[in-house]
């Protein structure tokens, strides 16, 4: 497996012991589980900054969280999961030694109407993950 495929793999195991439903590269389901909903995107690496003695690519890679609440308390559900989120990524910023650092941005959350039930409150949560490699393919 490459380096950045078990990084990601990583990120949703952690993800995974949240309350909250933790999907990787799902569609939205057409019902959102009481407890809120979170589905990985693998985002993109970037272009990375490469060093040559030792050859190493060094990438700052942008995966993003979607993250769904669905209820008459979705403001504190939507407010509680993405503190559970934040405090799962800074209980290990380096994903078990396999990122140099990792970093989760604010989200930017927006209600969505849904006719004939509750709203959902969603947003995405951009997840910075720092890390080196020998080659841009592993």
């Not at 995974?16 to 979170?38: C, K, M, N, Q, Y």
């Not at 006719?115 to 592993?138: F, M, N, R």
Request: with cysteine; aromatic share 4%.
């Amino acid at each position: 497996m490459s380096a950045r495929e078990t990084i990601l793999t990583a990120l949703h195991a952690r993800l995974s012991i949240l309350p909250a439903t933790a999907l990787r590269g799902d569609v939205l389901p057409e019902r959102v589980p009481t407890d809120g909903l979170l589905i990985l995107r693998d985002g993109e690496p970037g272009e990375p900054e490469v060093t040559l003695s030792p050859l190493r690519y060094h990438y700052q890679h942008r995966a993003e969280i979607e993250t769904v609440v669905q209820g008459a308390n979705r403001d504190a559900a939507f407010d509680t999961l993405c503190a559970c989120i934040g405090a799962a990524v800074a209980a290990d910023r380096t994903l078990g030694g396999l990122c140099d650092w990792v970093e989760a941005e604010a989200p930017q959350p927006v209600d969505l109407p849904v006719e004939g039930a509750a709203g959902l409150k969603a947003a995405v949560i951009p997840v910075i993950l720092s890390y080196s490699t020998a080659d841009p393919l592993s």
